[in-house]
């Protein structure tokens, strides 16, 4: 398993203290949350400038029951979204999409979509930094993964090849995220230790 300083470390818990570390860890936030909370913390610490982009979308129908309450009854995405971050760290552009899987064997690549891998590729191909955060929900952890790693899985899909990253890949890979009380998904410290 990769850590974000690079050393690789084996961890050996008993089991009490796994369940332990669970009741902790596994309070209900989803993956999107624990972002969302660590962007928020990166803005206040005026670290970084990373928010989750909205989803574009066109309003149809609108019903005012009261003049005071509209309801939208009918509305349609108005394009593909691209992925679901951006904003700016040390003069960087970073652009990263985050997905959570119940699998505990492999990653779908079912779950991203092509014009998401093009989009990343285009950010990679400016200067930017893109990758993917997963988070493997039946182990309790997150990973960082690079785009450009990314991108030999998908170019394998695309080839016949298999259609999902295995978990013990992403192990290798991948950068697990330690999580934290303040940067719950502390992403930074693995792009520190990646890029600069």
């Given amino acids: 398993m990769n850590y974000p300083n690079g050393q690789r470390k ?55 029951p009261k003049r005071s309450a509209a309801v939208i009854t009918e509305a349609y995405f108005k394009q593909a979204s691209t992925t679901d ?46 990758f993917i955060i997963i988070r493997f929900a039946a182990h309790d952890e997150t990973f960082f993964l690079p785009a450009e790693k990314l991108f030999v899985h998908w170019n394998v899909k695309l080839n016949g090849g298999k259609k999902s990253i295995a978990y013990e890949t992403i192990q290798e890979e991948g950068y697990i995220i330690p999580f934290q009380y303040k940067a719950r998904i502390d992403y930074l410290a693995i792009i520190d230790e990646l890029y600069f």
């Fill in 85 to 130: 971050y951006n904003g700016v760290y040390r003069y960087r552009y970073i652009d990263f999409e985050a997905k959570e899987t119940k699998n505990k064997t492999l990653f779908p690549l079912a779950n991203i979509h092509e014009h998401q891998i093009d989009h990343m590729k285009a950010v990679v191909d400016h200067g930017g930094i893109s």
């Fill in 10 to 64: 084996n961890i050996s818990r008993p089991k009490d203290a796994k369940k332990n570390t669970n009741i902790f860890s596994n309070r209900g936030m989803t993956l999107e949350e624990d972002i969302n909370e660590t962007n928020t913390f990166y803005v206040k610490a005026n670290k970084a400038l990373i928010y989750k982009k909205p989803t574009p979308v066109q309003i149809v129908k609108v019903n005012y």
